[in-house]
């Protein structure tokens, strides 16, 4: 079973930054999708990033031009660089991974199409 735990979340203040990390056990799949994903209580869980095994990445509307997500191959690393942060980006953010490979940005930042998720760091963002 895949495991995938989540560091890196804070409290920082409005235009700040933060590097979440997730590390990842073991990626025994030829391709994949990983993703970082944030829910609060008012909204459902949410895609934010995502980045498969080719190299294609998509950002949601929110994470564009703000966020960066990125992989270390060598130690199954997956990164979500944070910029810019508004109160807005406050919420628990998720590592998650799959074994599938999906055509477009909707569905890598879909939910419902990871299988594999970690506990997840709170971001906290004040004014």
């Known amino acids: 079973e895949v495991q995938l735990v989540e560091s890196g979340g804070g409290s920082v203040q409005s235009g700040g930054s933060l590097r979440l990390s997730c590390a990842i056990s073991?990626?025994?799949?030829?391709?994949?999708?990983m993703g970082w994903l944030r829910q609060t209580a008012q909204k459902e869980r949410e895609g934010v990033a995502a980045?498969?095994?080719?190299?294609?990445?998509s950002y949601s509307d929110s994470g564009k031009g703000r966020f960066t997500i990125s992989r270390d191959n060598a130690d199954n690393t997956l990164y979500l660089q944070m910029s810019s942060l508004n109160p807005e980006d406050t919420a628990m953010y998720y590592c998650?991974?799959?074994?599938?490979?999906?055509?477009?940005?909707?569905?890598?930042?879909?939910?419902?199409?990871?299988?594999?998720w970690g506990r997840g760091t709170r971001v906290t963002v004040s004014p």
């Open positions: 980045i498969e095994s080719d190299g294609n990445i």
């Open positions: 073991e990626l025994p799949w030829s391709t994949y999708t």
């Open positions: 998650a991974v799959d074994r599938e490979t999906w055509p477009d940005d909707e569905q890598r930042l879909s939910r419902y199409y990871y299988n594999n």
